[in-house]
């Protein structure tokens, strides 16, 4: 997708003979993504009989499963899920987006390590 609007950009200064500094403008709005791209980060997350561990390019975490006391799944209103790891003291640790698996797999698989899940559909807030 970078590459298209790149290309369209070009064209739009060579064939339309738009606006250099305006195409500039537009362009450096997909630097970001540009630099995601060429970063390449990677994001694991893993469940086992003992832990819950996840790793994103700036965050790592390792949580014994006996210091969790629920999983809890919020759907936003995109109808993506975040995923929040909520302790007995009711500590609330959100997992990064990017190590998020999809809940459909991980909340069966929270069940059969015996830890409790909780969904909440659509909520704005927590």
Do not use: C
């Not at 390019?57 to 499963?65: D, F, K, N, P, W």
């Not at 006391?69 to 997992?95: A, E, N, Q, W």
């Not at 909340?107 to 830890?115: F, I, Q, S, W, Y």
């Amino acid at each position: 997708m970078l590459v298209l609007i790149w290309v369209a950009l070009f064209a739009a200064y060579f064939l339309l003979d738009a606006s250099a500094v305006v195409l500039a403008i537009l362009g450096a709005f997909t630097l970001p993504a540009a630099f995601e791209l060429a970063a390449n980060p990677t994001a694991t997350f893993s469940l086992d009989d003992n832990t819950i561990r996840w790793e994103t390019g700036r965050q790592e975490a390792s949580i014994a499963l006996s210091e969790v006391d629920h999983l809890r799944f919020d759907t936003r209103l995109d109808m993506s899920v975040r995923l929040t790891v909520v302790r007995p003291s009711g500590v609330k640790i959100r997992v990064p987006v990017q190590a998020t698996p999809p809940h459909a797999i991980l909340e069966p698989l929270a069940k059969d390590a015996g830890v409790q899940t909780q969904r909440h559909h659509f909520s704005l807030l927590g």
